[in-house]
């Protein structure tokens, strides 16, 4: 697939591969809910909310390319630029942009935050090292310039946060409506 056409391209992505685990405690699609439920508890507005929901929308592209966990993990895929694209054509950047970003997000909190890089999951420490590390000053000052940046910084902060295995959260059906009320008209 090289463009999302639809939200049931999105939904029938899920679908397929949501159950499928990446190296934390939880599946893709907890992870993804996780995020979401987070964004919303903190009042992000609803592009922030669909951006959380659909961050990691890459990793299930590699699964639909018949890329495994083992190949995803032995280099980086790009999957938060990977699934930016495919979903730029459906959504605005509003969306797009925090997806794209919220590796270097990740980077970024490596680079200023004391300690942050203890903080993360496993999973998330061994991606680190494969996605660059932590940010040159150049990159830095790129990513701090950048009209996506709180998004992203936000985002992050989600993303770290969603994978408590057990959680009850609200299904994908829940955010139906809001990613149908985000999509671009074709």
Not at 113 to 125: C, H, I, N, V, W
Request: glycine content about 6%; charged content about 25%; aromatic content about 8%.
């Amino acid at each position: 697939m090289t463009r999302c056409a639809s939200i049931d391209d999105i939904v029938d992505l899920f679908d397929r591969f949501g159950d499928e685990f990446y190296g934390e405690k939880v599946s893709q699609r907890d992870h993804a809910l996780q995020c979401a439920a987070l964004a919303v508890h903190e009042g992000s507005g609803p592009e922030l909310v669909a951006a959380a929901l659909l961050h990691d929308v890459g990793h299930l592209l590699e699964l639909a390319d018949e890329t495994n966990y083992v190949e995803s993990i032995e280099r980086d895929r790009h999957h938060q630029i990977e699934g930016a694209r495919w979903l730029s054509s459906l959504f605005s950047p509003a969306v797009t942009d925090p997806i794209e970003h919220h590796v270097t997000a990740k980077r970024w909190r490596c680079t200023v935050e004391d300690g942050y890089t203890d903080r993360l999951s496993e999973a998330s420490q061994i991606s680190l090292a494969l996605q660059g590390g932590r940010l040159s000053l150049r990159e830095r000052h790129v990513f701090e310039a950048s009209t996506s940046f709180g998004a992203s910084l936000s985002l992050r902060s989600f993303d770290d946060a969603g994978k408590v295995s057990g959680l009850s959260i609200p299904p994908f059906s829940s955010y139906r409506t809001l990613l149908e009320s985000l999509a671009v008209p074709h």
